[in-house]
């Protein structure tokens, strides 16, 4: 046992400071660290926490026994150490250690006054094995000696405590008390053995080992001796036991006649228990046989209850409300009576339903009376589709024949009337709910009201249109342009140009802004009115052309929204078929009114042909803007649009093409052609045309009019040769100068200005080359001779030619260079007699300049390699002679 430690006095210090602040004055015999805790909340990861356990002892000073007390103190959040539980030794009943701690230091201690047995006792973990065999020796030993008795152990080894007992010699200090009073002893390593030793058996059973030992006078070696003496020993003690039972004959006798009694008495009773068995089983036969009437009684009550129940069930969707029959058969379809229609409609829905085979039991779905009443309820159904399809087909005619005779609602002379739906949907709304219990009851009456309707509304529309466009074209006050621009003289030109013509685009866009969006909210109205089962549409107030301030005649203004016989919202989903349908129904409906958006186009393009690019650009905003299925013809309207005005586009461009192929055929050329001047012009006014997607459609006409352009031109240079570098330098050349700004923001345009300036080139090295070698013929003939002989002849070889020796040379250079400052004189004035266009000449004359001296240096070194002893004017004179 380790020797207590400067870490244990001062812990006993700290318990004897948190003991005595209790009031109590008591002796601590042992004070030792331990931890708390308990295996189900170590296994749900809950940490130990750390206590003291303190054995203490009180003496009574009126001579009672002393008592003995176990204290468990934990550390207060500051670190103090404070009661937390008080254990009495008396009670203590058990000391068990823990079997699944392979350390053997957690050990549990039962108390037989614990108030709930239910809870678990906490563990106690010790620090090592020494720390528990110390407090345990010392509990052990205050209950031998206080009590005079000892607690169950389990779980641990009383020998192994004694050995370890034993061999820790270090004395322990122990206070015990006797009947006297309390005296305080220091126990050493002989005390504490035998303390052990009485711990394993009490003093009566120590004296009889003492007085069986001394009757025995033997050593230690003396074992098998010893062993053959308890066995002949233990032989007379069984001799011993045998001849007792013998002298106990008397009492067996009388043993066995009670016995013999008793079983009499047993058969008795069994004869009496065989009775009563048999009573009670007759009494459980009869119990049996009552409860199993009582149970078919009892199924026969429940089932003719069921039954009763059943048979009101099905006689309860039999009967025909007398109310909802009159409804059916023979009511009025007024706005008034519509909500009793709509009951009558759902209630028929019902009974119809009801008398399926889903809803209704397969075993009564062949039983004549329900056979009847299906027949009765589908005659009563036929009945009132056939009565709400003929009054539904006679109210669209009318809503609308009324409309069209009244003149209010269409544009008049000096007025244009905006058309207004509004009071004819209202109208038609009042018989939404009609249309879907139609269709929940005959789908198929839904095609003669659909087309109806179409026929109907069709009739509408185009008048609204018809009167609107003509209107339209009468109030649009715009100059007609001609449509000839790169033909005829320069002022006509001029003209057209400056003519304002922004009216015709702001008129066919005012046609769309108003009739596109009706047409969209007719086509939404139609789906849904007629229960489409379509995805939604756009609202009409999103698209792009439709302006602030209109007058809220738009598919979000009204509430279209429809429910079925149960009163949910129709779930619409995408079907092929309903799809199809749709188109077909708006194809009738929308039939017809194209023809009057075409007249606009047509008038537009009378006015302006260029106007085409405005419209085109406003066509394809709206376009762009209807996507939903049920404005698929609104789409397919807006694109026969377009198809429409690039098809009267693409005409102007091609007359245009005329136009410029006819300049072919006039008398000869020579100064800028009319059309490339005016092309100018032209693609200026179908710049400022072009609105959101037009520029495809004028990159088009570009590149054809361009293509035209340039091809009539290589045509017409070529009838002649003279003048073929000529014509078609000062062309390309005037192409440029007019396109320079548009081809900085035109990429179409930018492609043709660099096509142009390479061709430009290319005429002008080709008129230059010719001008120089007119002028110097002899020179350069005399040049390509010796070039073209380099290939074949060596060099040295050459002078010896025919027609060039060195004094050929010589004979060519006087002539031709002799009065150079002439010659070159004369080269100026052709170039310029050449040219129509004084602005040409200067960068010609530059170009021209340096042409010459190129070819004049290449041949000075020529004549240098062949003629090496030969003196030519120096290219250094001939420069500055240029320069001058």
């Not at 779905?365 to 009945?383: G, P, V």
Request: hydrophobic share 40%; glycine share 4%.
């Amino acid at each position: 046992m380790s020797r207590p430690n400067a870490d244990d006095m001062e812990l006993r210090r700290a318990c004897a400071a948190a003991i005595g602040s209790g009031g109590s004055a008591q002796d601590i015999v042992l004070a030792i660290r331990v931890a708390k805790g308990r295996g189900i909340l170590e296994k749900l990861g809950r940490v130990a926490t750390p206590r003291v356990l303190v054995l203490t002892t009180k003496h009574s000073p009126k001579g009672e026994r002393t008592k003995a007390f176990l204290r468990v103190l934990k550390y207060s959040s500051g670190g103090v150490l404070e009661p937390a539980k008080l254990y009495k030794l008396k009670h203590l009943t058990k000391v068990d250690v823990i079997s699944n701690d392979s350390t053997g230091c957690t050990f549990i201690l039962g108390f037989d006054n614990l108030r709930s047995q239910s809870v678990s006792p906490p563990q106690w973990t010790m620090r090592n094995i020494d720390d528990r065999n110390r407090l345990l020796l010392c509990v052990l030993n205050m209950c031998k000696e206080i009590f005079q008795r000892l607690p169950k152990l389990v779980g641990i080894d009383i020998v192994e405590l004694a050995l370890w007992a034993k061999e820790n010699t270090p004395s322990v200090i122990n206070r015990v008390n006797a009947q006297d009073g309390p005296a305080a002893s220091v126990t050493q390593q002989n005390d504490l053995k035998v303390t052990v030793e009485k711990d394993l058996v009490s003093q009566a059973e120590e004296e009889d080992m003492e007085a069986l030992l001394g009757t025995y006078v033997m050593g230690i070696g003396e074992a098998e001796a010893f062993s053959e003496r308890m066995k002949r020993e233990l032989l007379a003690l069984e001799a011993a036991n045998v001849y007792a039972l013998l002298e106990s004959e008397p009492l067996i006798e009388e043993v066995l006649k009670g016995l013999e009694a008793a079983s009499l008495c047993v058969d008795d009773i069994d004869e009496w228990l065989r009775i009563f068995n048999v009573k009670l089983r007759h009494m459980r036969e009869d119990i049996a046989s009552i409860e199993l009437r009582n149970n078919k009684l009892e199924m026969q009550s429940v089932c003719s209850e069921a039954l009763i129940e059943e048979l009101d069930k099905l006689l309860e969707p039999l009967r025909i409300p007398s109310e909802f029959a009159a409804s059916l058969t023979g009511g009025s379809f007024d706005e008034a009576r519509m909500l009793k229609n709509v009951e009558a409609c759902e209630w028929l829905t019902g009974a119809i339903r009801a008398l399926d085979v889903p809803n209704l039991d397969p075993c009564y779905a062949d039983m004549r009376a329900i056979r009847d009443k299906r027949a009765e309820l589908q005659k009563l159904k036929n009945t009132f589709v056939r009565r709400a399809s003929e009054f539904l087909r006679n109210y669209f005619s009318s809503l609308v024949d009324f409309m069209i005779s009244d003149k209010s609602y269409f544009s008049q002379r000096g007025h244009l009337k905006r058309p207004d739906h509004a009071d004819l949907r209202y109208k038609c709304r009042t018989y939404a709910r009609l249309l879907q219990h139609l269709k929940n009851l005959d789908k198929n009456c839904l095609a003669p009201l659909r087309k109806a309707y179409c026929q109907s509304l069709n009739l509408l529309l185009r008048r609204e249109a018809r009167e609107f466009a003509n209107e339209l074209r009468a109030s649009t006050k715009a100059s007609r342009n001609p449509t000839v621009w790169l033909e005829g003289s320069t002022g006509s030109s001029q003209t057209a140009s400056s003519a304002d013509t922004s009216t015709v685009s702001e008129a066919y866009s005012k046609m769309l802004t108003i009739f596109i969006p009706l047409l969209v909210d007719e086509s939404s109205f139609f789906a849904h009115f007629m229960c489409f089962e379509v995805s939604a549409l756009v609202p009409a107030g999103a698209s792009n052309g439709k302006k602030k301030g209109s007058d809220g005649n738009s598919a979000s203004d009204d509430d279209t929204n429809l429910m079925d016989s149960e009163g949910n919202d129709v779930k619409e989903s995408n079907n092929s078929t309903e799809l199809g349908a749709l188109n077909d129904a708006l194809h009738d409906l929308l039939d017809g009114i194209e023809e009057d958006f075409y007249a606009v186009v047509d008038w537009a393009y009378r006015i302006d042909p260029l106007r085409c690019i405005s419209m085109h650009g406003i066509t394809e905003r709206y376009l762009s803007a209807q996507k939903a299925d049920a404005a698929g013809f609104v789409r397919e309207l807006l694109k026969d649009l377009q198809t429409k005005i690039s098809t009267q586009f693409s005409r102007f461009v091609d007359e245009a093409c005329h136009q410029i192929e006819r300049n072919e055929r006039n008398t000869r050329q020579i100064a800028v052609l009319s059309y490339i001047s005016r092309f100018a012009t032209l693609a200026s006014r179908m710049e400022q045309y072009i609105q959101g997607q037009s520029r495809d459609l004028v990159d088009k006409a570009y590149t054809r009019l361009v293509s035209t352009m340039f091809t009539t031109l290589e045509k017409i240079a070529q009838s002649d040769p003279k003048l073929t570098d000529v014509i078609l330098l000062e062309n390309y050349a005037a192409f440029q100068n007019s396109l320079f700004e548009l081809a900085n923001v035109v990429p179409t345009l930018a492609k043709f200005y660099h096509q142009a300036s390479e061709a430009y080139e290319q005429a002008c090295t080709r008129h230059i080359s010719i001008i120089i070698e007119n002028q110097f013929d002899k020179l350069y003939q005399f040049f390509r001779r010796i070039d073209d002989l380099t290939y074949t002849v060596p060099h040295e070889e050459i002078p010896f030619q025919l027609g060039l020796s060195k004094t050929d040379l010589r004979k060519v250079i006087k002539s031709s260079l002799s009065q150079v400052d002439r010659s070159i004189n004369m080269m100026y004035r052709r170039l310029q007699k050449s040219l129509s266009s004084e602005e040409l000449l200067p960068p010609l004359w530059d170009k021209c300049k340096k042409e010459f001296l190129e070819k004049y240096e290449s041949f000075v070194q020529t004549v240098a390699k062949i003629y090496p002893n030969e003196i030519m004017p120096p290219v250094s004179g001939l420069r500055d002679l240029l320069a001058s």
